[in-house]
């Protein structure tokens, strides 16, 4: 089944293209990847995709559903999370804290809303779904490895365990489709080796689809079922890992054509 | 430490604090009683703009615009028709209000929601902005209260005010209210809207993408905190007893003080803006012994006025010197606080 469809999206800051004509596919259960060299537009797609950003042209499809132009919070609560490039973790909150907050959204959206406030002011009824959402928060972080951090402020954990965190709050707001844009980003190689299996367990423990943006090629070509090449905003190449890495076109945007040429 | 205990523990300092206060009001003289009672208006004043400056982020500079709606309300409400008859000069008050009067309890109650459909009305247009540009909307808005207050003489008599209020503040209801005002403000800023709250003062981006509505977050936290405003604006005038539009009354001035308040205790914790609203009460009242005729090593000085405002500030520049976070940071009381830093003092 189709989850997310991306059809010829572009975005334009005025005379600047950073994404031109993108279209793109993503089966349920799928991990995805997104790859090109820096200022190549992912992340850009990914703003689109979650609607911190409005495309200029094209139409973006979640689950049948067109969600172009959406604001982000809507885009959350239809299904779809995302992490940051350049970590967006709440710093004067606990671990603990972070994971909670991005299940609050169950209770303050919808017609529930002021029902949950009477409740959470006047202190009747609210200790359960307190108690829910710590559970469900604690249980996220052990899938991740950092349960032992729950109670330490976010700024201060390690570089690694800060990605790990942002990867278990997306999970908490209960998307379906997670937007990882450069998870491995700071890791060493084992932290990186761990990261693999994760996500790869929580992929299928939790029935996600998975689609991310990596520089860490080892990571990206290990991992990912199916890959997109991006280059000064364009799709340059589509297909597996094997495919991809042969491609002459991949070769030349990463490595340029003399290398290409003289390699031959 | 087990929530039974926390319970107790908390319940035993209340009945301690109401004994505290009825002695005070039993065997204190009728102006430390008033200057308690100041205290406890202070308390919810600052404490329902640290739900919005401390711990939702947004800095808003119109809570005095709040107070003033709220104290208006209630004084219309509670002064006799009689009263008004002889209060209103340049032009008789409107129907219907020349006609009611009610208890101060319920004119406190309308002055709050009062204030509350304000905060709505002025932050939905206002909370589109963020930053200084949200601050100084507010600014305008309070103001834009104030000139109206001046000018609706059929309403709110104009320059003169409104004068001869019943003395309806007393301390049962300025701390009643004071605990009311920080029971729901703790419970609402230890739960899920909280924790939301906060988030969106970390990082307004991250929490958007959280799936939080920031708009509808920051909104609910300036209605809850205009209506305290209001609560705490009825019990100001009765307090004064005359209500007036002058700037320093409810004006500007008074935005700035409760401003000093939460910032001096502790910019986002609630015992920190009663620390700084008990510390400005206090303090401003106790200082007027510097501009009485002072006996310095032989020599006579005369009072001089404004000194007390002088060493006031002084005071206030050392404070922030010493804790730049002010005097509580974010942290909040607690009875582990408490008991960690007893336990700590035994080691030592």
Known sequence: MRVLLLEGITMQFGGLTAVGDVSLEINEGELFGLIGPNGAGKTTVFNMITGHYKPTRGKIYFSEKEITGLIPDRITRMGIARTFQNIRLFQDLTVLENVMVAQHHSISSGGQAARWFIKSVTRIGYSVKEREMKEKALNLLKVLGIEGLANDKSGSLSYGAQRLLEIARAMATGASLLLLDEPAAGMNASETAQLVHTIRKIRNDFNLTVLLIEHDMKLVMGLCERIMVLDYGRTISEGDPAYVQKDRKVIEAYLGKEWVTIGR | ?????????????????????????EFMSSYYSRIITLIGIYGIMAVSLTLVNGISGVFSLGHAGFIAVGAYTSALLTLSPQQKEITFLIEKLIWPFNSIQLPFFWATLIGGVVAAIFALA?????????GDYFAIATLGFAEIIRIFALNLNSLTNGALGLKALPDHSNIWASWGWLLVTVACVT????????????????????????????????LMAFVVGGFFAGISGSLYAHWLSTIDPRTNTIGIMLTFNVLIMIVLGGLGSITGAIIGGALFAFLSEWLRFLEGPMNILGFKIMGITGLRMLVFSSLFVVIMIFWPRGIMGRREFSWDGLASLFKRRDRK
């Open chain 2, 122 to 130: 002025i932050g939905w247009p206002s909370l589109r902005l963020t």
């Open chain 2, 1 to 25: 430490m087990t929530v039974k205990k926390r319970i107790v523990f908390t319940a035993v300092a209340i009945i301690c604090l109401i004994i505290v206060l009825y002695l005070s009001q």
């Open chain 2, 187 to 218: 419970s609402l800023s230890y739960s899920s809207f909280g924790r939301a709250l906060r988030a969106i003062r970390e990082d307004r981006v991250a929490a958007q993408a959280m799936g939080i509505n920031v708009f509808k977050h920051q």
